[in-house]
């Protein structure tokens, strides 16, 4: 009996490797056809490229070695790997050639389906009810909002050190912080709710506040979320029927903050729709889940007012007709609403997190932003800037510089899915005039790191320096005198992608399908309006009363974690100690910024933690002289 078990084992293992080889040799053959440089699994050497982070690691090596598009051929199914704009350009325009691939976002549609886990009539349908969220009126207040928080967060890491409102211990948890922000800007744009910090909430509510519920909950909505996010994989990849009885705590709490939050999000569904039924729901204002609900709502009237025009003229029902997906009900706000808050809160995070990190690294330059910020916003406080002037003067100076710069290096995915259909190759045109073929039932990646570092689309300090579009030098985008532009693809004067950056701004216009942080063409990111305003108010915010330094202690821990401590044992160090102990603590963020890297939804760091702290303006120990920025890696 057992001999037969064996043999009909290796029978079905000799038949998976013959298929498996036939699918090979078919998809070799395939892509000698297409007129693309290939390389194939397992004859070249990849094994080194098939580990977790290798796109950021390798960045722009492989495709110097095989062009600006090419493909990765094994017996599965072929994947393009793509950093020509032209390429990028089509491939963005022509959704129905080049679909997204929703299949591998299936998991997100947990609430129900979303515009990024749907694609065709009911992607179109998703998109126009959202569009209407994101106005300019609720980036107001998203602008608003967000210099509230920075505020609060900024007092929650000075009340932790001995000199209050002057500088701040040693702050470890910048990633976890400014998550934190990122959601409770997004939950009050979401859902309209106010968000506390926890030392806020302990003032209004007693010790212990943050963590009282109301009734019918076992956790209060801020711990609900912030588990249920910490710990999304699970409840993610992990099926509810084993959630159920795995007896692992950190299964069973992600599973209890998913249900306690899937519940308070449902009971804010009902209290809006109570609100919206009475006339008293807010209208265009800072509630996105309620725009989806009024949305809803229209969609709802057209269709009974389809269905009486119908019945007058004797046709059959609409409604009756109407195809089930295309129905926007309850599950479709909440799905809608998760998407929001899961990919916004993660993208405006990580670019907040490694823009701190960079000015840090770079103190001359945060010293030339908070100079124009003082020409910019004079000595008016946080509440009567601007949005309208103040904002768009920012946004064309070095602060949006310096974002821009960011997302060109930090993108905040590493490739952008695409697809081709099962049974259609589609035929491109590349930057340099030749005509390619992708492989039908093909992935495809536009790959940002690459593209992001070509060295014909962007300006460069010196042509001759290979290692300039590696580093963190925001200048690029200002057009400084003497900067070298050969080479550089400019969107022509007056054709601005209008989704990248206002046709308005004065800052350097990459050529569409160079510049992908948000993706671009029809599905480019519906927030990114939203991210950007955050963002740049997050930078603004900080940047105008506080100065971001590198915590040198990580690199010798004698000089101690209090501030007051802090701040007397480097006063009493020489010049030259200090700038050695800077510049180890640069290199050491160096490090963790090229090999601390994990993407799960977005890229973050993830295996290492980069320490900084926030004086005071004017408090600053180091010199200018000591800080020095010699560029001779990346960053």
């Not at 679909?99 to 549609?109: C, R, T």
């Not at 998760?338 to 916004?344: I, K, R, Y």
């Not at 124009?372 to 601007?386: F, M």
């Not at 010196?462 to 290692?467: E, H, I, K, W």
Request: charged share 20%; with cysteine.
């Amino acid at each position: 009996m057992l001999w037969l078990i064996a043999l009909a084992l290796a029978v079905l293992l000799l038949f998976y490797l013959l298929q498996a080889c036939l699918a090979f040799r078919r998809n070799v053959a395939i892509a000698k056809a297409s007129g693309l440089p290939y390389a194939t699994i397992p004859v070249d050497s990849w094994k080194r490229l098939l580990t977790r982070e290798w796109i950021w690691g390798k960045r722009r090596e492989l495709f110097d070695k095989y062009g600006d598009v090419f493909l990765l051929v094994s017996p599965g199914r072929t994947v393009a790997f793509v950093a020509d704009w032209e390429a990028t350009c089509q491939i963005t325009a022509r959704r129905n050639d080049f679909p997204k691939p929703v299949e591998i976002y299936a998991i997100l549609a947990l609430f129900g389906k979303n515009l990024v886990a749907t694609d065709g009539a009911v992607w179109r349908q998703h998109r126009k009810i959202a569009a209407s969220s994101f106005s300019e009126k609720n980036n107001r207040l998203v602008w608003e909002e967000t210099l509230r928080q920075v505020g609060s967060m900024v007092e929650s890491w000075l009340l932790q050190g001995s000199m209050p409102y002057g500088a701040t211990n040693a702050v470890w948890a910048v990633a976890e912080d400014t998550m934190r922000l990122s959601l409770h800007v997004i939950s009050k744009a979401g859902f309209g709710l106010e968000m506390l910090w926890p030392f806020e909430q302990e003032r209004r509510l007693g010790p212990g506040g943050q963590h009282q519920h109301p009734p019918g909950h076992d956790m209060s909505y801020t711990d609900a979320m912030g588990v249920f996010l910490h710990n999304i994989l699970i409840i993610l990849l992990v099926p509810a029927w084993l959630q159920r009885i795995l007896p692992i705590p950190r299964v069973q709490k992600a599973r209890k903050a998913f249900l306690e939050w899937d519940r308070y999000l449902r009971e804010i569904l009902e209290e809006k729709k109570k609100a919206l039924a009475q006339g008293t729901g807010q209208d265009g204002g800072m509630d996105l889940m309620g725009t989806l609900l009024r949305g809803a709502n229209t969609q709802a009237d057209n269709g009974a007012q389809n269905d009486a025009d119908s019945k007058t003229k004797g046709a059959s029902s609409t409604t009756a007709n109407m195809d089930p997906e295309s129905v926007f009900g309850d599950d479709e706000i909440l799905g809608n609403a998760f998407s929001f808050l899961f990919a916004g809160h993660e993208t405006v995070a990580n670019t907040a997190h490694f823009s701190l990190l960079l000015l840090a690294m770079n103190p001359d330059l945060q010293r030339q932003a908070q100079d124009e910020l003082d020409g910019i916003l004079k000595d008016k406080r946080a509440d009567e800037w601007d949005y309208d002037q103040d904002l768009t003067r920012i946004s064309n100076g070095l602060i949006g510089a310096i974002l821009n710069e960011e997302l060109r290096l930090f993108a905040p995915v590493e490739y952008i899915p695409k697809s081709t259909p099962r049974s259609q190759p589609q035929s491109l045109t590349l930057a340099n005039g030749e005509r390619v073929t992708i492989p039908a039932n093909s992935m495809v990646g536009l790959v940002t790191h690459a593209l992001h570092r070509h060295p014909a689309y962007w300006p460069r300090a010196d042509a001759q320096d290979s290692n300039d579009l590696l580093r963190f030098r925001p200048q690029r985008w200002l057009h400084p005198k003497g900067a070298v532009v050969t080479g550089a693809a400019e969107q022509p004067s007056g054709e601005a992608d209008m989704d990248v950056q206002d046709a308005t701004s004065t800052l350097f216009h990459p050529r569409k399908g160079t510049y992908i942080p948000f993706s671009d063409g029809p599905r480019s990111c519906i927030g990114r309006r939203f991210a950007q305003v955050e963002a740049i108010a997050i930078l603004t915010r900080l940047l105008k009363q506080y100065t971001v330094e590198l915590d040198l202690a990580v690199v010798d821990q004698s000089l101690g974690n209090d501030a007051q401590v802090y701040r007397t044992n480097l006063q009493q160090r020489n010049s030259e100690n200090r700038r050695q102990l800077w510049t180890q603590a640069r290199d050491r963020a160096c490090y963790h910024l090229d090999h601390s890297m994990v993407t799960i939804a977005t890229m973050q760091m993830r295996n290492g933690k980069v320490p900084i702290r926030v004086v005071e303006r004017g408090m600053e120990v180091m010199s200018v002289g000591e800080t020095s920025t010699v560029h001779t890696t990346e960053w």
